[in-house]
């Protein structure tokens, strides 16, 4: 049996690993505790939780979980984007040289994230380039959102048809892929937390390991912590 902490970004991934991760690693002998916002500043002594975008408190609050429980089959991992990560994220001026490759630039940060944190048992990962991205995997599901939304997904479906994968939809601050959900959808950007779990569950975690090699590529890890 393998048991696993899970550090998310916000209240949308949170949900996600709770509602589709964790029991579907139950079926593999992998145990997720609740997810755990990540996080982000402490201030006169109180943690504040969500957002992910200040390194240090992340990388500490880590640290603090790896310590107070050191059991080896203890595991740790994170959802985070690369979308608008922090300037002090080690390694991120580097990886600026890799920016051609996305598949190759996030990976190079995740070993630099696994480096700093210094622990075999943590397996960070990081979403390309953003949550949203898994919800092009099924276009379908925004039929969830809004009845007679055929021309909106048609819209959706021209951008994604760009790319071999939704994850290479750019990180422009207004080609992200919830930036163009938006543009379709704006009821999406003012309930993300509840309709972004909704809607993967509408698509299935199958179809979004099918679509995104990232994302699949840390399941199987994930998948396999107990061999």
Same mark, same amino acid.
């Given at each position: 049996m393998a048991r696993l902490y899970l550090f998310a970004?916000?209240?949308?991934?949170?949900?996600?690993?709770?509602?589709?991760l964790k029991p579907h690693l139950a079926k593999y002998n992998v145990f997720m505790n609740k997810p755990v916002l990540i996080a982000h500043a402490r201030r006169q002594g109180r943690m504040h939780r969500g957002g992910g975008r200040n390194y240090m408190p992340m990388k500490n609050d880590i640290l603090r979980f790896l310590k107070q429980d050191q059991a080896k089959n203890a595991f740790f991992t994170t959802m985070i984007d690369l979308y608008a990560?922090?300037? #002090?994220? !080690?390694g991120l /001026?580097?990886?600026?040289?890799?920016?051609?490759d996305p598949f190759e630039r996030v990976v190079f940060l995740e070993q630099k994230f696994t480096e700093d944190i210094g622990?075999?048992?943590?397996?960070?990962h990081i979403q390309l380039h953003e949550?949203?991205?898994?919800?092009f995997s099924k276009l379908t599901c925004f039929e969830y959102l809004s009845f007679g939304s055929t021309q909106k997904i048609e819209r959706l479906q021209t951008i994604v048809?760009?790319?071999?994968?939704?994850?290479?939809?750019? #990180?422009? !601050?207004?080609? /992200?892929?919830?930036?163009r959900i938006i543009a379709q959808f704006p009821d999406y950007g003012r309930a993300k937390s509840t309709f972004g779990?909704?809607?993967?569950?509408?698509?299935g975690l199958q179809?979004?390991?099918?679509?995104?090699?990232?994302f699949r590529k840390w399941l199987i890890k994930l998948e396999s912590l107990d061999e």
């Open positions: 970004e916000g209240q949308t991934e949170q949900t996600f690993a709770d509602n589709l990560i922090h300037p #002090d994220f !080690p /001026a580097e990886a600026e040289l890799l920016r051609r622990d075999q048992r943590f397996i960070p949550y949203e991205a898994y919800l048809s760009q790319y071999p994968t939704p994850e290479l939809i750019n #990180d422009g !601050p207004e080609t /992200a892929p919830s930036k779990p909704q809607l993967a569950e509408q698509i179809s979004i390991r099918d679509r995104c090699p990232h």
